[in-house]
């Protein structure tokens, strides 16, 4: 049994807290709003988030940081990727040298092209940064049904101690020495759900969205492996496979805020009427950047960039995604005869 503090009481963190919960862990989760707080001690249910899960007795929530961080196992880092920095760095008085910390979001941040753990561990130095990635909805997570992921550590001493801590017979773990490609995956695929719901919402079918998908991931790759990500991290869970649960999931975020752009409605409205963070657009801009700072192309990447920053219309975009140059879909595969 180990002692976990989790950092975030919205949906992802929550469903953590089950998990964790149910393999016999001792949980506190910390929640910046003491109004959320309340709530979850007293109704024992996340009802804008997990409506009908049923959160058990023995969890413990405060507004404390450091009674959710102090004398701590491992903890895990459940706040949304835009405020993923600044919880860190109030996390770090209270964090002990060695402590394991692992981040379940996903985002890269736009001013310095940081992943997630990058930015922890600049934040938080004693700390051993670890990540969890892959195809898994809280909504599905919380409610226990069969889910597959990945930790990715510095170290496989460490990785190995996570996926023991986390796994369970509906929540299965592989694990992973390359949190950069992990990183990136998670993060980039954000964006392409984006376009994947604006297409749905515009009306458009199944062809269309395995088009994006496919060459969504391919754009990913490309950039990820020149980074210096592995190419297996893209063709595994943590990339086909969540880039597949975001573009096509009703719980995907992202993939509503686009549909709702797809129907004409502005960023803004589209975020405000899905009422959580909607981490593609914070990742849209960074991930133009990192396709200029390493000379990767990455259209639909930049097509989703210009309407959102842009006030780019979504048919025009998709009408000069198709009428691109002509070419090869793999440019490394050679004919045999010309």
Known sequence: MANVGIMGAGSWGTALALLLHSNGHRVTVWSISEEEVKMLSEEREHKSKLPGVKIPDDMIFTCDMGKAVKDKDFLVLAVPSPFTRNTARSMKEYVAEGQIIVDVAKGIEESTLMTLSQQIEQEIPQADVAVLSGPSHAEEVGRGLPTA????????????????????KVFRVYVS???????????????????????????????????????????????????GGAVESFTGLTGIGDLIVTCASVHSRNRKAGYLMGQGKSMQEAMDEVQMVVEGVYSTKAAVKLGKKYDVALPIVNKVNEVLFEGKDPREAVDELMLRDSKAEHQALPWKEK
Do not use: H
């Open 149 to 168: 992921v990945v930790i990715g550590a510095k170290t496989e001493k460490t990785a190995e101690y996570l996926q023991k801590m986390f796994m369970n």
């Open 177 to 227: 020495p390359d949190r950069l490609g992990m990183e990136l995956g998670g993060s980039l695929k954000n964006v392409i759900a984006l376009a994947a719901g604006i297409a749905d919402g515009m009306g458009y079918g199944d062809n269309t969205k395995a088009a994006l998908i496919t060459r969504g991931i391919a754009e990913i790759a490309k950039l990820g492996v020149k980074m």
